[in-house]
């Protein structure tokens, strides 16, 4: 029977991008679910059986403007209670440690652009290894305490917390593993003037940046997560 692979989306331009070949290749059927539709309220987050929660230009603190935010939080935590394997991706990962009760907030400065990953041991021994050494692309400001009970993997010099998991079922990344020939970069780049120049970078040099290294570090995502869901229980 096939399995039933939910990708939350926080804004359309965010989606499973290159995540897509490898979750389809394990057997899952996708489904999309965006927080705007008016399911969204009712959305089961517990039966699937693989949650994916993709980034967005939002905060988790900013649940006065956006009230779905507590919402999708709450619900998330009796999935993440229920031990069901669940994937974050940048503002899905912050979800997941406040799901698990961590503390999230804004980080000492925006990271944007392709960065290489800090693995540890833990890191070198889990499907992150596959990222050792590819600059994978960064685009975030927040971050997030580290979760009790989690395994740290994988940090930057800006950001200590970039990736960790609890046990086999639950994994999440700050970085964009999936983002490196999804041409929703338009979209991305198009929406950040003011954060690419806060951080000094040219929407022309991340476009070139993004046509040199993005196929590698989009493969070498899809390594990770094919071995990521090859151990799922």
């Not at 399911?39 to 929660?53: E, G, K, R, Y």
């Not at 974050?88 to 000492?108: D, E, H, P, S, T």
């Not at 970069?185 to 970078?201: F, H, K, P, R």
């Amino acid at each position: 029977m096939t399995k039933r692979a939910l990708i939350i989306r926080h804004v359309p331009y965010e989606g499973i991008a290159g995540f897509r070949d490898p979750v389809e290749s394990a057997g899952y059927r996708i489904e999309r679910l965006d927080v705007s539709d008016p399911d969204f309220a009712d959305a089961d987050l517990v039966s699937p059986d693989l949650v994916i929660l993709m980034g967005g230009p939002m905060s988790v603190y900013d649940r006065d403007s956006y009230p779905w935010i507590a919402h999708e939080i709450e619900r998330l935590g009796v999935r993440l209670a229920a031990d069901r394997p669940t994937l974050g991706v940048c503002l899905g990962a912050q979800m997941i440690a406040a799901a698990l009760g961590a503390r999230v907030y804004k980080g000492a400065a925006k990271e944007i652009g392709f960065h290489r990953l800090t693995l540890n041991a833990t890191g070198l021994a889990s499907p992150l290894a596959h990222l050792a050494n590819q600059p994978v692309l960064q685009w975030h400001g927040d971050t997030f305490d580290l979760p009790a009970g989690a395994e740290l993997l994988a940090s930057t010099q800006l950001y200590p917390h970039q990736a960790f998991r609890r046990g086999r079922q639950v994994l999440a990344l700050q970085c964009h593993a999936e983002m490196g020939v999804d041409p929703r970069i338009e979209a991305w780049i198009d929406q950040s003037n003011d954060c690419l120049a806060e951080v000094g970078i040219q929407p022309d040099t991340l476009r070139a940046q993004y046509a040199a290294i993005g196929p590698l570090a989009v493969a070498a995502g899809q390594k990770m997560i094919r071995q990521w869901l090859c151990a799922l229980d």
